[in-house]
Structure formats: C-alpha cells, structure tokens
C-alpha cells in the first residue's frame, strides 16, 4: 500500500491543489466555493473560471483553509475547513443552522481522485485535520455535514458524498446532534 502524506494548504501548494481539481474544479466548476457563496449570489454563472478565480485569491491571501493528501509526492486528495461563519451558505439551511457558529470549525467536504477512491485518503486527511485545527488553530468545536449511510452497503456515487459518510465521522468520534435533512446529518466533535 502506497504511504499517504498530508500538509496544509498554503499558497505555495496551489499549483498541487489546482492539478487535483483538474480542468472541472473538482466537481461541476465548483472549486470548492459551493459553501461559501453569500445569499443572493447566482452560483451557476459562478462555476468554473469565477469560482477558480475567487478560491485561488482566497488561497493567496491566506483565508482558505485545508489540506491535501499525497502519494508518491502527487495530491490525490482535498479536504476543505474554515470557520463555520466563512461558510455563509451552512446558516441559511433550516438543519444546518446553529446558535455557536462563532465558536465552530467546519469540515464541509472532500475530493478525492478518481483511483484513490475507498483507499483511506478521506480518512487520513480527516485525521490530519483534527490534528492541524487542534493545535495549529487552537479549535475547540468541529462539525461536518456527512451523508447519510446507505442500506444493503450501497454506495453514493463520489459526486454525491462529498460531504463524507456519516460511518467516516463517526469513527473519528464525531456525533449527530440537530435534525437530519433528507441526505445529511450535522455532526459534531469537540476537543478536549
């Protein structure tokens, strides 16, 4: 099995970050800004060069944060975090609303690459991220926003689970907390 290493978005690993994302940004032109967008913004017009255009400005100036994964010194994985308040789209859902948000670091999604996929990428870079926030960001409070597990050990495709599953949470010792909507949980981890 190939060692997977994990660092800290920083400027100097946007060329990496923009390799993964590829010529789709990810997933659809997003670029990891679907959660991010403020009310009223129109996010189809956004997808792809907008959306690229407004997260590498944020990856320059210091304001987004995450960490990849790599292989054999090439990224294979993403995983987004920030203040929960950076993330304006998590308080207008009716489940994902909270009166702490302040107080609150969000995990809101991952991309892996295609051939890296059930391989532990999404795993290793959760428990990187756990880490960093703990003692690089001094967070207190976690939260993410899972899929829901499948019956009969079906499988989300990877454009519909990138929130990560509810079993991956869970084993990091995340806990529901809040209404479920239709497909994702609110959970949450909070450091000693």
């Not at 400005?57 to 304001?63: A, I």
């Not at 789209?89 to 009166?99: H, I, K, P, S, V």
Request: with cysteine.
């Amino acid at each position: 099995m190939t060692k997977l290493t994990c660092h800290a978005l920083t400027p100097d690993r946007w060329s990496d970050l923009a390799a993964l994302f590829g010529a789709n940004g990810a997933c659809d032109g997003c670029w990891c800004m679907w959660w991010r967008h403020q009310r009223g913004e129109d996010y189809q017009s956004a997808k792809g060069a907008t959306n690229r255009r407004r997260f590498q400005k944020l990856v320059k100036d210091g304001t987004a944060h995450g960490a990849l994964a790599y292989a054999d010194g090439e990224p294979v994985g993403w995983i987004s975090f920030d203040r929960r308040t950076d993330f304006h789209r998590l308080q207008r859902g009716r489940t994902m609303r909270c009166d702490d948000a302040d107080e609150v670091w969000s995990l809101p999604c991952f991309f892996v690459k295609a051939g890296w996929r059930s391989r532990g990428v999404a795993s290793a870079l959760l428990r990187f991220a756990i880490r960093h926030l703990q003692h690089e960001e001094g967070a207190r409070i976690l939260e993410a926003y899972p899929v829901q597990t499948l019956p009969d050990g079906k499988r989300y495709r990877a454009d519909e689970a990138y929130t990560g599953t509810v079993d991956l949470f869970a084993k990091a010792g995340f806990k529901a907390v809040g209404a479920r909507d239709n497909r994702r949980q609110r959970m949450r981890l909070t450091l000693g």
